[in-house]
């Protein structure tokens, strides 16, 4: 049995959807055919039987049943035959199973136990009916009951004791037709399960003709890579082959949408390093020279050159930092969200943006806050905004921080973005013309736009009144403060 499932769970899903078909209507059939069968054997059975008691005779003549008796002959000698309204088997039976013929009968009725029993004790109120066989073997049907004579001249009746009368006729005719419907059923069955076969088949090719639409699909997109294949979709559909079908289609576009962005990351990544790598190698290179040609460089000049190496190589690193903070996936970081004190973050951040901007003067106004977040990728985003503004802040300037309920202004008083540059500062590697000299990477903001969106907040940057920029965070609060954050 589990060599055979197992096979059928090997069958192509076509193939068992037609075979379950074809099951299921065979089994339908057979129940069907099976019923039929049994109730027109009832019905033939029922008018055989009333048939056989229509032929039970009102009284036999005393003398004829007596000399029977006697004489016990097992060798038929024609005669009574019930004036012909009836053609069949008639014999008498005694309890002891004693076979004695009428006259007109020709053939012997096996007795069985239940005749025996019904003639040591007959009654003229009961019959017994039931299946037999002749002396050649041929099916009768027999009915058994009492033996009733006459016994006077004013038609009187008496019962004989211990004998039954046994009138049977036989069942050729009907067990030919019985088997004439069983083999009309049978084929009537058969060819339905044929037709289920074929017809479960049919339904099968045009139920899963968009699963191997699917299926080419998908095996294509592995054989070519080109994730630009649709499955047509009806828009009215709305069964599971139609969902899985619109799912494919958006996964498609989802990969379609991550590859397009991840060769834009990788060719501006390219871009971004060939900068910092190219200025790299040639202060080595002249550094290099300088030791092979014993021509020693300036010491003002080799300092110089060691100053930029250093910051061509924090450029690196930076670079490479922030774009392994974009490559991260949304699973490690679901990993890392918890409750973060918000007004924690921003402290631990200002701390670190008054050490680069020593000669800047940031205020600060906290109120207490609590945010769902990743912290780490959470204070990177807050310090990549405090840094911008102070690499913007002219000397001296002044950085005015706050946060009250959930939003968080950083503002600084440098020259500020122009309007035209406002839609592209959160684009990956974007950097604006008056900012191509400073340091950077052109990830910081973009760091900033994808950190508060994962945190379910938003951010925007905007020319200050009276000058400068304003960048808003906004992340939504959480209904308590963790235990630990919230203070005796």
Same mark, same amino acid.
Request: proline content about 6%; overall charge negative; some cysteine.
């Given at each position: ?88 088997? %008639? =014999?008498?039976?005694?309890? !002891?199973?004693?076979?004695? $013929? *009428?006259?007109? /009968?020709?053939?012997? &009725?096996?007795?069985? +136990? ?59 005719? %009907? =067990?030919?037709?019985?088997? !004439?419907?069983?083999?009309? $059923? *049978?084929?009537? /069955?058969?060819?339905? &399960?044929?037709?289920? +076969? ?291």
């Amino acid at each position: 049995m589990n060599t055979l499932a197992r096979r059928f769970r090997t069958l192509p899903i076509r193939a068992r959807l037609s075979m379950l078909v074809a099951a299921a209507v065979a089994f339908a059939v057979a129940a069907v055919s099976v019923t039929c069968w049994f109730i027109v054997q009832g019905k033939l059975y029922d008018e055989i039987d009333a048939d056989l008691k229509s032929s039970i005779p009102h009284a036999m003549p005393g003398q004829q049943v007596q000399t029977a008796l006697i004489t016990c002959s097992r060798t038929p000698t024609g005669g009574l035959g019930f004036g012909g309204r009836f053609k069949g088997y %008639t =014999q008498l039976v005694k309890s !002891d199973g004693t076979v004695c $013929l *009428l006259d007109g /009968s020709t053939t012997l &009725v096996k007795v069985s +136990g239940n005749d025996k029993s019904f003639a040591a004790n007959p009654s003229p109120d009961k019959a017994i009916l039931h299946n037999g066989t002749d002396k050649d073997g041929n099916p009768v049907r027999i009915l058994t009951t009492a033996a009733i004579v006459n016994t006077g001249d004013f038609d009187s009746r008496a019962m004989v004791q211990n004998t039954a009368l046994m009138i049977a006729v036989p069942l050729n005719g %009907t =067990q030919s037709t019985l088997n !004439d419907l069983a083999l009309i $059923l *049978l084929l009537a /069955s058969g060819i339905g &399960v044929l037709g289920a +076969g074929a017809a479960g088949l049919a339904v099968a090719r045009a139920g899963l003709r968009p699963i191997d639409e699917l299926t080419e699909a998908v095996e294509h997109v592995a054989r070519t890579e080109d994730l630009s294949v649709r499955i047509p979709v009806e828009e009215e559909a709305d069964d599971e082959v139609a969902r899985l079908s619109r799912s494919f289609n958006s996964m498609t576009t989802s990969l379609a949408s991550s590859r397009e962005l991840q060769q834009q990351l990788i060719a501006d990544a390219g871009h971004e390093l060939r900068t910092p790598l190219t200025s790299l190698r040639t202060n080595i290179e002249l550094l290099t020279r300088s030791e092979e040609t014993g021509r020693p460089i300036p010491p003002a000049d080799r300092k110089a050159l060691l100053a930029s190496v250093k910051a061509q190589m924090t450029e690196l690193a930076s670079l490479i930092g922030d774009l392994q903070e974009l490559s991260r996936s949304e699973g490690q970081r679901g990993e890392r969200v918890q409750v973060v004190a918000l007004q924690d973050t921003v402290e631990a951040a200002l701390n670190r943006a008054r050490l680069r901007g020593p000669e800047l003067k940031i205020t600060a106004d906290v109120q207490p806050w609590f945010v769902r977040a990743e912290p780490s990728a959470l204070e990177r985003a807050i310090v990549n905004i405090l840094d911008n503004a102070v690499k913007f802040s002219p000397e001296g300037g002044t950085i005015d921080v706050a946060l009250a309920r959930g939003v968080l202004t950083v503002r600084d008083h440098g020259p500020g973005i122009a309007e035209d540059e406002l839609p592209h500062v959160f684009d990956r590697f974007w950097r604006s013309p008056s900012a191509r000299a400073l340091p950077g990477s052109g990830l910081g903001l973009s760091i900033v736009a994808r950190t508060v969106q994962q945190a379910g907040g938003e951010v925007t940057l905007a020319r200050a009144e009276g000058g400068g920029t304003v960048a808003t965070v906004r992340l939504p609060g959480v209904p308590t403060a963790p235990p630990e954050a919230a203070g005796p």
